[in-house]
């Protein structure tokens, strides 16, 4: 879904230790509600935006927004996963959202490979971050592109393939 983006992105601690996350959803280009999960298990909450209450027309336009929002994301394909197919929900769609925000974070700590299971990654690298390590060591470019290599031989999933390329990794 191009329409959708999520802002003002903050984790927190949950549930033992689990992490909980705040969010706000940007539908069309319109903030239109919040986004909150408590790590405590099960959905995600959902809180269309007002202004003055819930009689506010601004909240019945945001609350049809996010309805309409939840429709179409049960209409997407269903997910292949190793234990069968899942229906698509808004929770998923949030869920991926969050999954490149995480990767965009983490882009810049070295090459990200992800899980076998597919829904995390590990970070292959040096205590120093990408830039640091081209900037500090000589080699520092040719130690990352050997990294990536690595990897790539071992058929591992990277995912931050667009980063590295930009900071001269030849994929």
């Known amino acids: 879904m191009k329409t959708l983006k ?3 992105y903050k984790t927190h601690r949950g549930h ?3 992490n909980g996350f705040n969010a706000d959803i940007v539908y069309r280009g319109v903030k239109i509600a919040h986004v909150y999960d408590s790590a405590y298990g099960g959905c995600y909450e959902y809180n269309a935006l007002a202004s003055k209450g819930y009689d506010d027309p601004k909240y019945k ?3 049809k927004m996010l309805d309409a929002l939840m429709s179409k994301a049960k209409q997407l394909p269903k997910i292949q996963t190793e234990y069968g197919e899942l229906d698509n929900d808004l929770d998923l769609v949030i869920s991926e959202l969050i999954n490149q925000l995480n ?3 983490d882009e810049k700590k ?3 490979v992800g899980t076998v299971r597919g829904s ?4 292959v690298g040096f205590k120093t971050s990408i830039p640091t390590t081209i900037k500090k060591w000589s080699d ?3 130690a990352i592109q ?3 290599d690595e990897q790539k031989k071992e058929d591992a999933k990277i995912l931050n393939k667009e980063y590295l390329q930009t900071v001269g990794v030849i994929l």
């Open 120 to 123: 995390g990654w590990k970070i």
């Open 61 to 63: 336009e945001n609350r």
């Open 16 to 18: 033992d230790g689990c």
């Open 140 to 142: 520092g470019l040719d």
């Open 6 to 8: 999520l802002i003002n």
């Open 110 to 112: 070295g090459v990200l």
């Open 103 to 105: 990767i965009k974070k």
């Open 146 to 148: 050997k990294i990536y």
